[in-house]
């Protein structure tokens, strides 16, 4: 019987795009999606700054609407920060946790994050947690190894639950912003993987449920081939989901 996992294709801005930038974007967006609609979930995550008029921004194509991160306390004297309920509150569904961009420059651990998907997801939001090796540790050959730890050490604790609200983002560290990417086979082989990690942990009902994306550098170009493998249920998407006519592109590259 065919999987009818959710399928999701996810913008992820990071640091781009002022104001007007970011609503010229998503209009132009809207506009694409209304010509040619998708059945399929399209998440834009923005900065926290256009958040809110990001979700009146595309009220009509269905377009749902994520941050890049949030604080691991629900509230508090936490100067600078925001919280998951705060975004939840001006119409937030997801949070991206975990990204590597995070883990790297801002020295995020998997138990960090484990704290922040439980305060995300007792705010009501849904999260994409982001796992993925550099490339040291592909070369070493020890890619599964750190992948299965980054999994089992973010979602363990959760009861089976939560996970329905847990959607995964295999990023490659190797392959984030740099042009490369996991060729569709690498893809699949590691997407399986963590399948069968989730299986491990939760149960074959919850593994064979969990969306699990593809990231790196996925674009017009490669995003068909990276698809169409049965263990890919979607794509988080840097660079190209700056151009409009390029994450629509990926948005229409699922299979029929
Ligand atoms: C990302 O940062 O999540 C990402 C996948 O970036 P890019 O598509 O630019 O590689």
Redesign the pocket.
């Known amino acids: 019987m065919p999987e009818t996992r959710e399928k999701i294709i996810?913008a992820?801005w990071?640091m781009n795009k002022t104001f007007h930038e970011g609503l010229a974007l998503l209009v132009e967006l809207n506009m694409l999606l209304e010509s040619e609609p998708t059945q399929h979930t399209v998440v834009v995550a923005p900065p926290y700054i256009h958040l809110h008029s990001a979700g009146h921004a595309v009220t009509d194509t269905g377009i749902k609407i994520a941050a890049q991160n949030c604080h691991q306390e629900a509230n508090g004297a936490f100067t600078g920060e925001v919280s998951a309920s705060m975004l939840e509150s001006v119409g937030v569904e997801f949070v991206?946790l975990g990204?590597?961009?995070r883990r790297q420059y801002f020295g995020e651990t998997d138990e960090l994050v484990a704290q922040k998907i439980k305060t995300a997801a007792a705010a009501g939001l849904k999260v994409i947690y982001?796992c993925g090796e550099p490339l040291e540790v592909r070369q070493e050959e020890k890619h599964f190894e750190l992948v299965k730890q980054q999994i089992t050490n973010a979602l363990k604790d959760f009861q089976p639950g939560v996970l329905k609200d847990v959607v995964i983002?295999y990023?490659p560290v190797w392959?984030?912003?740099?042009?490369l990417?996991a060729s569709p086979e690498q893809a699949q082989e590691m997407h399986a993987f963590i399948r069968e990690t989730l299986k491990g942990i939760f149960g074959e009902s919850i593994a064979k449920a969990t969306p699990i994306l593809?990231?790196?550098?996925?674009?017009p170009g490669n995003a068909k081939a990276l698809l169409s493998q049965p263990d890919v249920d979607g794509?988080?998407?840097?660079?190209?989901?700056l151009v409009a006519q390029d994450f629509f592109d990926i948005i229409h590259s699922f299979p029929a």
Do not use: F, P, Q, V
């Not at 392959?175 to 042009?179: L, P, R, V």
């Not at 593809?214 to 674009?219: D, I, R, T």
């Not at 794509?235 to 989901?241: K, R, T």
């Open positions: 996810a992820n990071k991206i990204h590597s961009e982001c983002a990023e392959a984030i912003g740099t042009g990417t593809y990231g790196g550098s996925m674009k794509g988080l998407i840097g660079g190209a989901s």
